[in-house]
């Protein structure tokens, strides 16, 4: 009896590694006949993205074919139905988060790609924003891709936990506070078979694109959504529904940046959710319009990541001399008190914006929630970097 029970755990261990030749088999024979059609300029139907995106995130696939197949990705562009299947199937692997909030929870976070080397605008903004306790803010995002400080840079250097925090702690100071930051590679375990190819790349693949599209919050009321390539101003309208999104804007200036700039005219696409259906209008805006002077792009850009992180700093904390790097904040915190619902007027969003600034409420909210978040005393020695005096 126990000769026969052995053999029969050894026929199963056959069996399940027969099965996994099989499978290895079957997913290289796939990935061929994805690879051969994308190099012939072919697209892959919404199905076979779906298929070769599962295969990746549950690291079915190796590294020649992953790196084969970003650049053939690159080579055709990607269209509506790839960008769908690609956020779809990592959204449905990543840690969701179901934060309980009185006030809308949004994100803004841009797709990247500008390379005009300007400072952390988006977070900038994102944190002064949620001063105003108008809205909440699950700020998804991650270290530098092609600008040169990411978000997880700046809060990383302030101190704040980023693989060792718990979700929990992130959950519970969007509900407390109005503000959480979610670093992405501990919410989309999956895409860890991809960031050391995607490192060795070193260029903008799918994943950049998508990154904005696939916050973990899954009750997010709105977005903004920046970009610096024209053509996703036409195609991601297509992919808020997905998102089940109330509200969003998708942004671009019209130099190029994947922010509202006051370096030139904007264009926006609102996306609303109006009687059961999308609504989607278009925007020219003019930043003059608003009151705030035209300025340059040699007037925001920064040289390093320290000094984009100083000026973000000295932007929340109120010490900001040079006012075009003060006004672009602003105008993107706008956007963000926007698209939480209750403000339909930018210039009046402008001045709620300028008066939590001008009342000091950033400064304490980042202060608060790197105490609650992580290691205060490297939040108090870039304080001390950049003269600042704490109000007790």
Known sequence: MSSNIKNTDKDIETIKSDQNIITTDRVYLQNQIYL??????????????????????????SDVFVSAFLMALILNGEDLEELKAVIEIIRGSSIPINPVSDLPIIDNCGTGGDFLNTFNISTTSAVIASSCKK????????????????????????????????????????ENYGFGFLYAPKFHPGLRYVSKIRKELGIRTIFNKVGPLCNPCRNLYGQVIGVADPALLTIIPGIIPI?????AMIVRSHDGMDELSTTSRNTIIHVTFQDGKYIIQNELLDP???????????????????????????????????????????????????????IECLSDAISIAR??????????????????????????????????????
């Open 36 to 61: 051969k059609k994308l190099s012939t300029g072919q697209r892959l139907n919404y199905n076979e993205m779906r298929s070769v995106m599962t295969n990746i995130i549950n690291g079915r696939c």
């Open 135 to 174: 809205i909440a803010i699950a700020k998804h995002g991650n270290k530098s891709s092609s600008s040169l400080s990411g978000s997880a840079d700046l809060f990383e250097y302030i101190g704040h936990r980023l693989d060792n925090g718990d979700i929990l702690s992130i959950v519970k100071s969007i």
């Open 243 to 247: 998102l089940s999104l109330q509200r």
């Open 288 to 342: 003059v319009s608003l009151g705030l002077p035209r300025s340059s792009i040699q007037e925001i850009i920064v040289r390093d990541r320290m000094e984009s992180i100083n000026e973000s700093l000295r932007i929340i904390y109120g010490i900001q001399s040079n006012k075009s790097k003060e006004n672009i904040v602003l105008l993107n915190s706008a956007a963000a008190l926007m698209v939480g619902g209750d």
């Open 355 to 392: 008066d939590s600034l001008n009342e000091g409420r950033p400064q304490k909210l980042l202060e608060t929630i790197i105490k609650n978040s992580g290691d205060v005393s490297k939040l108090e020695q870039a304080e001390k970097m950049l003269n600042i005096r704490r109000e007790n």
